[in-house]
C-alpha cells in the first residue's frame, strides 16, 4: 500500500500544472491530491515525443505505486502525447488529460480569429490538428509555438522585462488582430494579466475548469471522496529542495 491511497495524482512537466490543480481543489475540495512537478525535466514542450511518453508512463507509475486512485495529466503537451496510451495501459483507473480549450472559443459567437498560443509540441502533434480541423470551419485558428514560454514562467518571475519581451516578440504581431486566445499550456493563465498587456482586452480559454469537471464526473458513482472529508495537496518535486516546493505554494497562491 502506498502513502497515498485515495488521493488524485496530478502532474505536469512543472509548476504549470497548478493551474488546473486550483481548478481541481475549486470543485473537488473535499479531495486529497498529490501533485508531481517535473521541474528538472521542464521544458517538455521541446523534446522528442518517445521522450515526454517516457517520462509519462514513469510519472503515471509512482502515482499510482504510492495509491493514487485517479491520475490527472494537468499538461496540454503530455496530454497530446500520451494520455491515449496511459489509457489502454491502465484501463482501470480515470486518467484525465487537459487540451487546448478550442471548442468553448470557437463556439462563442463573434470569435471569427482565435489566436491558440500552446507549446511547439502540442500545436505540431495529431491531437490538436484534428481539433483544429473540427473547429476551423467556423472561425480562423492560428496556433502559435511558444518556445520559451513555459521556461519563463516557470522561474515565477511574471514582471521582469525577461516576459514581457518573450511576449511581444511571440505574439505582438497579432495586437488588435484576434478576437480571443486560447491557452494552450497550463503554464500560461499563470500570466495571462501580461499576455493582454500584449494584445490588448480579448477573452482567454484554457481548459482547467473542463479538466476539473471531467474529472468529477469520473469519480462520480462511488470514488468521490465524503464531504466529511478535508481536501488537500501534497506537493512532490523531480528538483531537489525545499525551495521547489516553497514556489509550487507560491504558484497556488496567486490569482488566475
Ligand atoms: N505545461 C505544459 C503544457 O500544458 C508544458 C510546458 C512545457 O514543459 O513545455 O503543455
New binding site residues.
Given amino acids: 500500500m502506498g502513502s497515498f491511497e485515495g488521493y488524485i495524482g496530478v502532474f505536469?512537466?512543472?509548476a504549470?500544472?497548478i493551474s488546473v490543480l486550483k481548478a481541481l481543489i475549486d470543485e473537488l475540495p473535499h479531495e486529497r491530491f498529490v501533485f508531481f512537478g517535473d521541474s528538472r525535466y521542464?521544458?517538455?514542450?521541446?523534446k522528442p515525443a518517445s521522450w515526454i511518453l517516457d517520462r509519462c508512463r514513469h510519472l503515471t507509475q509512482w502515482l499510482l505505486d504510492e495509491g493514487c486512485k485517479a491520475i490527472v495529466i494537468a499538461?496540454?503537451?503530455?496530454t497530446s502525447v500520451a494520455a491515449d496510451t496511459l489509457r489502454s495501459e491502465h484501463p482501470d483507473v480515470p486518467i484525465v488529460g487537459?487540451e487546448p480549450a478550442l471548442k468553448p472559443a470557437a463556439l462563442a459567437p463573434h470569435h471569427r480569429h482565435i489566436l491558440v498560443m500552446?507549446?511547439n509540441a502540442?500545436v505540431h502533434l495529431d491531437k490538436f490538428h484534428k481539433l483544429a480541423r473540427e473547429y476551423g470551419s467556423r472561425s480562423q485558428i492560428t496556433a502559435i509555438p511558444c518556445v520559451g514560454l513555459?521556461d519563463c514562467i516557470e522561474k515565477g518571475d511574471f514582471e521582469g522585462p525577461e516576459l514581457h519581451g518573450l511576449l511581444e516578440r511571440l505574439v505582438g504581431e497579432y495586437r488588435g488582430a484576434v478576437d480571443s486566445v486560447v491557452l494552450?499550456?497550463?503554464?500560461y493563465p499563470f500570466v495571462k494579466r501580461q499576455i493582454a498587456e500584449v494584445l490588448g482586452d480579448v477573452p482567454f480559454y484554457d481548459g482547467s475548469a473542463g479538466t476539473a469537471r471531467q474529472t468529477r464526473r469520473l469519480l462520480e458513482g462511488g470514488m468521490l471522496a465524503p464531504e466529511s472529508q478535508q481536501g488537500g495537496v501534497e506537493f512532490f518535486s523531480s528538483n531537489e529542495g525545499t525551495r521547489q516546493i516553497e514556489l509550487y505554494r507560491w504558484f497556488l497562491a496567486q490569482p488566475i
Fill in positions: 505536469d512537466s512543472g504549470g500544472g521542464t521544458p517538455y514542450g521541446d499538461c496540454n503537451t503530455a487537459v500552446a507549446t502540442t513555459a494552450g499550456c497550463t503554464h
